[in-house]
């Protein structure tokens, strides 16, 4: 129920309570085991050392599953299984079936698709609304875009004859479970190279939903292998010596540990990394639509992107309009229950994911920053975080520097172009950027002076299997997606 | 009549579009064949390397922004003046243990590796670029841009082309660059830093030094506003070394080697593609 509003007629009230019934996502069509062994050589084998840690639900803090704990002798075991795959079968099929078999996995996906939809929100907290409509949609069709180009390698590198690498090792983190899962396999797949993939701790259950598909497709045993496990699992991975690749998305300071690990190898590897995305409002702006553009940037997936616009450049001219409107909306924005098809923010990962970006809320106040929070209430249980954000901030404070993960965003003013594009680009990270102006020119001139792999032009946060994605600079090297997401796997001969 | 006494050359550094003496002071002796001295090389140090790094920042917006067919006809007009310069390239080269034959190879291949590279100006991007069919109603288009600040190492023989090849690569990619000369064969790179700086190449496009590679080789790795680095020498003892520190910034590290430089292999536009960075461009479709 919409009460009456009491203030003036040509703005709405967003002080007061909007009322909305639960609109929950059922879950009785779902199937979860309570405990989930390793997917290796095709087959769920326990873990040598017999050991299991508990999938909790972010949003109740109930154990969803118990899954295994792979430590190395499971790593060389899945190293094995795919190094015999790639030697004995994944090498000597044609790349049409190659496709048809990558093909088959996109269709599974879809026919089975609400069911991933409702077991990513349980795992990892992202409203339903998002892991239906965004996640499961965009895994389906990279397994699809993926399958084609198997037989077709040979014209995406003009002169040269590509050749798969061997054995990828992939590691993958808890933000987009499902979908780092296919931006990792579905090119390594289609280029000829077997796979040993390890999903995050918080978040193994829909890549080992993915097995299951796996084996209904009938891949051949070993060519994807997936091994759950935390930290010490994907060191023994990246160490592992029979690894030709390493794939790696994730946070820049895990990143570097890998690149120094690889020194002195030959593994080819690919690092997808932290980012503190600028968004830029220029005076001439839809601010309406540009308002709408700021929070999806920030807000969505509870601000758990690496490519989020988590720092607002605003132009000094039109500041004071887009902040209220800004604070108007995140009034409205509903935090609670994932599964619920009105939730806009759901639960925050994990509970150390929760106290990282506490504690530097915590240092945003301390140094001095303004903060702005929206006033919703909060479940009782689970992990969750209002969205916050921050004014009176400037360049060197921390919650402007570094990455935090969450939905927090800090808000600065520029007067020219210029220093838009110069404290846009004072930062290590070089991932993601965003432009809101009404005048093309401006877009392609600011836009080719962010140093970012991706730009958003009067939109954000828009993802595809054809286009290419990944960061300039700390944000990592190699791409993802559409064509140039191909050469992480080759070798060029 | 006693005979002309020579003017003796002076070989010094290229830094951002001058020829400083290190500001260490130090200096190593290159030999000719019968050991009679040729030269007393700049010995660049870690301060000069981070002075050119300066240099080669500070150029690089403004490199980057030139046109492609700018920077072509800048790569071009390189050639053209290595073209007049040609019989001191040789005599260089021969001083430094080439035969005559193969003085002459080298020089004119150089040459004409400069030309390869400056057609490639502005045609990678036709190569390297997408337009990206999305699924949403977006326009979407992929563009390389370069990567930056690239530090490159140049081989022990073959000093001339190897060096040309690193130079073209780089900036034709509109990245600046700071590149180490052969250390055995030192010379003709300073000869090439004076036909730069006569050939329309801005100040800290391309900066050269001279020195003791294994001195320089971590201070290359480890500086934290490199963007790349390119080691082309053969040797696999300094390549843990490169990446492990590489890894403080996120360097996109490259290791190349040819046996011979002079030959097809080494004129590719996938060696522009290491240096370049892919960037996606989005926009709505609508009214």
């Known amino acids: ?493 | 009549m006693s005979e002309r006494v020579n003017v003796l050359k002076t070989y010094k550094l290229y830094i951002n579009g001058a020829f400083p003496r290190s500001e260490s002071g130090r200096y190593f002796i290159i030999n000719d064949k019968s050991g009679k001295q040729l030269a007393n090389m700049c010995r660049a140090s870690r301060k000069d390397f981070r002075n050119a790094v300066v240099a080669a920042r500070k150029a690089f917006d403004g490199w980057m922004s030139r046109s492609a067919y700018n920077r072509g006809q800048i790569l071009y007009r390189i050639a053209e003046m290595m073209e007049g310069r040609k019989n001191q390239f040789v005599d260089e080269l021969v001083s430094q243990g080439h035969s005559k034959n193969k003085a002459q190879k080298e020089v004119e291949a150089s040459i004409d590796r400069f030309i390869y590279y400056a057609g490639w100006s502005d045609k990678y991007q036709q190569v390297f670029g997408t337009v990206n069919p999305v699924a949403s109603p977006h326009f979407n288009f992929s563009m390389p841009e370069p990567t930056g600040v690239v530090v490159a190492s140049a081989p022990d023989d073959q000093p001339l082309i190897s060096l040309s090849t690193l130079i073209a690569v780089t900036i034709v990619g509109g990245n600046t660059c700071i590149v180490l000369a052969s250390e055995l064969k030192p010379l003709t790179a300073i000869t090439l830093a004076e036909v730069l700086n006569s050939s329309d190449v801005p100040a800290g496009v391309v900066n050269i030094l001279t020195g003791y590679r294994e001195e320089l080789i971590s201070h290359f790795s480890s500086h934290m506003d490199v963007n790349s680095i390119w080691y082309t020498n053969g040797d696999k003892k300094n390549r843990k070394l490169i990446q492990e520190n590489a890894s403080k910034n996120v360097k996109r590290v490259h290791f190349t080697t040819f046996d011979d430089w002079t030959k097809e292999a080494a004129e590719n536009p996938y060696l522009i593609q290491d240096f370049q960075e892919i960037k996606t461009t989005w926009h709505p479709v609508g009214i």
Not at chain 1, 86 to 114: C, H, M, P, V
Not at chain 1, 196 to 225: M, R
Not at chain 1, 386 to 408: A, D, K, M, N, Y
């Open chain 1, 1 to 493: 129920m919409i009460e009456e509003k009491k203030t003036s007629k040509t703005r709405l009230d967003f002080q007061t309570k909007w009322e909305y019934s639960p609109a929950p996502e059922s879950t009785d069509h779902i199937q979860l085991k309570d405990q989930y062994n390793l997917f290796i050589n095709g087959k769920f084998v326990e873990p040598e050392e017999g050991r299991y840690f508990d999938s909790i639900n972010p949003a109740s803090e109930d154990k969803l599953a118990s899954v295994a704990m792979a430590t190395e002798a499971d790593v060389n075991k899945a190293v094995k299984a795919a190094r015999d795959a790639y030697n004995k079968i994944w090498s000597k099929i044609t790349a049409k079936d190659r496709g048809k078999y990558i093909f088959r996995i996109a269709r599974l996906i879809q026919e089975r698709a609400r069911e991933f939809a409702v077991i990513e929100s349980l795992d990892g907290g992202k409203p339903i609304r998002e892991s239906r409509d965004v996640d499961i949609p965009l895994v389906a069709a990279h397994f699809f875009y993926y399958a084609g180009w198997a037989d077709k390698l040979k014209y995406a590198f003009p002169g040269r004859d590509p050749k798969p690498l061997g054995v990828a090792g992939q590691i993958i983190p808890w933000n987009f479970p499902l979908l780092m899962a296919a931006w990792k396999i579905a090119p390594a797949l289609a280029t000829g190279n077997t796979v040993v993939i390890k999903p995050a701790e918080t978040t193994p259950l829909t890549a080992l939903k993915l097995a299951e598909i796996i084996q209904e497709a009938d891949l051949p045993p070993g060519v994807v292998n997936i091994i759950t496990g935390a930290g010490k699992t994907g060191e023994a991975l990246v160490k592992h010596a029979d690894v030709n690749k390493i794939a790696f998305t994730g946070s820049t300071e895990v990143g570097k540990i890998i690149q120094k690990t690889l020194a002195g190898t030959d593994k080819k590897y690919s690092l997808e990394l932290g980012g503190k995305g600028a968004n830029i409002i220029f005076e001439d702006a839809a601010i309406d639509q540009a308002v709408e553009g700021i929070i999806n940037a920030i807000f969505f997936n509870q601000g758990h992107v690496c490519c989020a616009g988590s720092r607002l450049f605003v132009q000094e001219s039109v500041a004071e309009e887009v902040i209220a409107k800004l604070k108007d909306r995140m009034g409205t924005l509903i935090v609670g229950d994932p599964l619920d098809k009105n939730t806009d923010i759901g639960a925050i990962n994990s509970k150390a994911q929760l106290d990282k970006i506490n504690e530097l809320i915590e240092s945003g106040i301390n140094e001095g920053g303004e903060i702005f929070q929206s006033g919703c209430d909060l479940p009782a249980h689970g992990y969750w975080c209002r969205p916050t954000l921050f004014q009176e901030v400037s360049q060197s404070h921390r919650i402007v520097q570094e990455e935090i993960f969450g939905p927090v965003l800090t808000i600065q003013t520029f007067r020219t172009p210029d220093e838009a594009i110069t404290k846009a680009n004072n930062t290590p990270y070089g991932l993601s950027g965003g432009i809101w102006t009404d005048k093309g020119s401006k877009i392609f001139n600011t836009g080719s002076k962010i140093r970012a792999g991706v730009m958003w032009s009067n939109t954000f946060n828009k993802f595809d299997a054809t286009s290419p994605f990944g960061g300039y600079k700390e944000s990592g090297m190699g791409r993802e997606g559409g064509l140039h997401g191909l050469l992480p796997y080759l070798e060029l001969k």
